[in-house]
Protein backbone atom coordinates (compact mmCIF):
# COMPACT_ATOMS: atom_id res chain seq x y z
CA UNK A 1 0.00 0.00 0.00
CA UNK A 2 0.97 3.56 -0.89
CA UNK A 3 1.98 5.81 1.95
CA UNK A 4 0.08 9.07 2.43
CA UNK A 5 3.28 11.02 0.82
CA UNK A 6 3.66 8.92 -2.37
CA UNK A 7 -0.29 9.48 -2.66
CA UNK A 8 0.24 13.28 -2.25
CA UNK A 9 3.05 13.44 -5.09
CA UNK A 10 0.96 11.41 -7.41
CA UNK A 11 -1.38 13.39 -7.42
CA UNK A 12 0.26 16.59 -7.75
CA UNK A 13 1.98 14.82 -10.69
CA UNK A 14 -1.77 13.91 -11.84
CA UNK A 15 -2.98 17.32 -11.53
CA UNK A 16 0.44 19.06 -13.50
CA UNK A 17 0.35 16.69 -16.05
CA UNK A 18 -3.47 17.29 -16.84
CA UNK A 19 -2.88 20.84 -16.67
CA UNK A 20 0.06 20.88 -19.37
CA UNK A 21 -2.47 18.83 -21.17
CA UNK A 22 -4.91 20.98 -21.05
CA UNK A 23 -2.93 24.33 -21.73
CA UNK A 24 -1.12 22.94 -24.83
CA UNK A 25 1.70 23.99 -25.59
CA UNK A 26 0.24 27.59 -26.13
CA UNK A 27 1.60 28.33 -22.59
CA UNK A 28 4.93 28.03 -23.52
CA UNK A 29 4.32 30.87 -26.41
CA UNK A 30 3.94 33.50 -24.11
CA UNK A 31 5.10 37.06 -25.46
CA UNK A 32 8.61 38.88 -24.48
CA UNK A 33 8.24 41.05 -21.37
CA UNK A 34 11.23 43.51 -20.74
CA UNK A 35 11.82 44.58 -17.40
CA UNK A 36 13.43 48.09 -18.18
CA UNK A 37 11.16 49.09 -20.61
CA UNK A 38 11.33 50.38 -24.42
CA UNK A 39 14.72 51.76 -24.28
CA UNK A 40 15.29 54.63 -26.55
CA UNK A 41 18.11 53.51 -29.00
CA UNK A 42 19.89 56.00 -30.92
CA UNK A 43 21.23 54.80 -34.33
CA UNK A 44 25.05 56.03 -34.54
CA UNK A 45 25.61 57.05 -38.64
CA UNK A 46 29.10 55.95 -38.58
CA UNK A 47 28.85 52.73 -37.30
CA UNK A 48 25.99 52.17 -39.81
CA UNK A 49 28.12 53.10 -42.48
CA UNK A 50 30.74 50.78 -41.75
CA UNK A 51 28.25 48.24 -41.16
CA UNK A 52 26.82 48.44 -44.93
CA UNK A 53 30.24 48.82 -46.07
CA UNK A 54 31.65 45.80 -44.87
CA UNK A 55 28.60 43.83 -46.23
CA UNK A 56 29.37 44.90 -49.80
CA UNK A 57 33.14 45.02 -49.24
CA UNK A 58 33.52 42.79 -52.50
CA UNK A 59 31.36 45.18 -54.41
CA UNK A 60 33.35 47.84 -54.05
CA UNK A 61 37.36 46.41 -53.72
CA UNK A 62 39.52 47.54 -56.62
CA UNK A 63 42.52 45.86 -57.46
CA UNK A 64 44.83 48.58 -58.05
CA UNK A 65 48.25 49.90 -57.41
CA UNK A 66 47.97 51.80 -53.76
CA UNK A 67 45.58 47.90 -52.94
CA UNK A 68 49.51 46.18 -54.33
CA UNK A 69 51.26 48.70 -52.48
CA UNK A 70 49.40 47.91 -49.12
CA UNK A 71 49.90 44.45 -49.48
CA UNK A 72 53.47 44.54 -50.36
CA UNK A 73 54.41 46.56 -47.42
CA UNK A 74 52.07 44.93 -44.71
CA UNK A 75 51.79 41.36 -46.45
CA UNK A 76 55.50 40.94 -47.00
CA UNK A 77 57.73 43.91 -45.56
CA UNK A 78 56.81 44.28 -42.13
CA UNK A 79 56.73 40.34 -41.22
CA UNK A 80 59.96 39.81 -43.03
CA UNK A 81 61.44 43.28 -40.83
CA UNK A 82 59.77 41.82 -37.76
CA UNK A 83 61.84 38.11 -38.42
CA UNK A 84 65.22 40.40 -39.27
CA UNK A 85 65.02 42.37 -36.24
CA UNK A 86 64.42 39.38 -34.04
CA UNK A 87 67.13 37.50 -35.69
CA UNK A 88 69.38 40.34 -35.20
CA UNK A 89 68.56 40.58 -31.97
CA UNK A 90 68.94 36.66 -31.27
CA UNK A 91 72.82 37.52 -32.69
CA UNK A 92 73.15 40.43 -30.38
CA UNK A 93 72.31 38.89 -27.21
CA UNK A 94 74.14 35.39 -28.17
CA UNK A 95 77.38 37.87 -28.85
CA UNK A 96 77.04 39.06 -25.64
CA UNK A 97 76.61 36.19 -23.84
CA UNK A 98 79.60 34.72 -25.27
CA UNK A 99 77.16 31.66 -26.46
CA UNK A 100 78.04 30.60 -30.47
CA UNK A 101 75.30 31.85 -33.33
CA UNK A 102 72.44 30.09 -33.82
CA UNK A 103 71.95 28.76 -37.36
CA UNK A 104 68.40 30.71 -37.52
CA UNK A 105 66.90 31.35 -41.12
CA UNK A 106 67.87 34.43 -42.51
CA UNK A 107 70.54 35.28 -39.96
CA UNK A 108 74.19 36.22 -41.69
CA UNK A 109 76.73 33.41 -42.09
CA UNK A 110 79.63 34.25 -40.87
Not at 80 to 100: L, N
Request: net charge positive; glycine share 10%.
Amino acid sequence: MLGTTTRARGARLFQSAKHFLSEGLSSAKSTQRRSVGNLPVKSNKHIEDFGARRETIEKEFRWDGPTTRRLVIWGLLVPVGIYKMTCYEFDQTDAFGGKPKRDLWGSPKA
